[in-house]
């Protein structure tokens, strides 16, 4: 499903890169969608699937679709939300370090409630995406939306990483439940694959570079996060092939050639086992972007008539 069905679907003509929708309606049956969405719930409950996972979109709770996610959901009467859709286009100007954390803890935990305090930020953000939303002609309008994008990016992320021991999908601080210098090290583990796994994916080197022993560094990894440091690096690594096939222009082997690959097979090896398909088939199903994008405010809620 495309960014522009799924506008149509909600009554949004000529959308924009971004929509800001207050409940959303959802095709019948199951659906993939081709851009990112963020599902802020804010009462009520209600089953989700996604990606064969049965889970519940709860109050005070959030969840990220990934493009090609398979998500089948019929939203309950009792269930409040918000809904931001992300075209691919607007995701080729975001960073993709910027969401690497929130697209890592989304992966396994693709609902996630939130503190009362967080919630107060989330209302923060959609509330300021209504609005650049609703502006009209703004020549600074892709600038305020990447501005705000980013800081709920990379808020969230950090929110999740600083609460990364889940407990039944809830995320728990543990900021008083370790010595303060293991949550110094997953940060700088964190930042170095940030920087680094384009081109490295083993874990010595990360080791070497924080002096620590691979195997003692990997433990203390796992136990503040639930997944080995080799995991993260190769997450990180697929999440950043992945960003490059469907967004840029390289070939498979440039991207190869790129991130350190000894040829493209083994690239392509290494890509089939983290996401279940090969390169190339990745970006036949997800290259079928917009080549333009208007800028045109989406319609008041006033001017919209969605079904329920």
């Known amino acids: ?70 998500i089948k959901f019929h939203p309950s009467e009792s269930l409040k939300y918000k809904t931001l859709s992300i075209s691919g286009n607007l995701q080729e100007h975001l960073n993709v370090g910027s969401t690497f954390l929130t697209m890592f803890v989304t992966e396994e935990y693709p609902v996630i409630r939130i503190t009362s305090a967080y919630d107060e930020t989330m209302h923060l953000f959609f509330d300021a995406m209504e609005s650049v ?30 609460s990364l021991k889940i407990q039944d999908g809830n995320l728990a601080k543990f900021a008083h439940e370790r010595p303060i210098y293991e949550d110094d090290t997953v940060s700088r583990f964190i930042k170095l694959v940030e920087k680094h796994s384009v081109r490295t994916r083993h874990l010595a080197f990360y080791a070497k570079e924080m002096e620590y022993n691979p195997k003692y560094l990997s433990a203390m990894i796992k136990r503040a996060t639930g997944h080995s440091g080799q995991k993260i690096i190769d997450q990180y690594s697929a999440l950043t092939a992945m960003a490059k096939l469907a967004y840029g222009h390289q070939s498979v082997k440039e991207i190869s050639d790129e991130m350190n690959f ?47």
């Not at 609703?134 to 800081?151: E, V, W």
Request: aromatic letters at 14%.
């Open 1 to 70: 499903m495309t960014f522009n069905e799924f506008c149509s679907l909600n009554g949004v003509e000529n959308p924009d890169i971004m929509a800001y929708i207050d409940q959303a309606r959802f095709p019948e049956g199951e659906f993939s969608p081709e851009f990112i969405l963020v599902l802020y719930s804010q009462n009520g409950i209600s089953p989700i699937t996604i990606d064969g996972k049965e889970v519940e979109v709860r109050r005070k709770s959030i969840s990220v679709w990934r493009p090609g996610q398979i």
């Open 133 to 162: 939303c609703g502006f009209q002609s703004n020549p600074y309008k892709m600038d305020c939306m990447l501005s705000i994008l980013r800081a709920l990016f990379y808020s969230t992320g950090y929110y999740m990483f600083r």
């Open 262 to 308: 000894q040829s493209q097979s083994d690239f392509g090896k290494f890509f089939k086992r983290l996401t279940g398909t090969s390169p190339l088939s990745y970006r036949k199903r997800r290259f079928s972007r917009e080549a333009n994008s208007t800028f045109v405010s989406v319609p008041p809620r006033s001017q919209r008539s969605i079904e329920k």
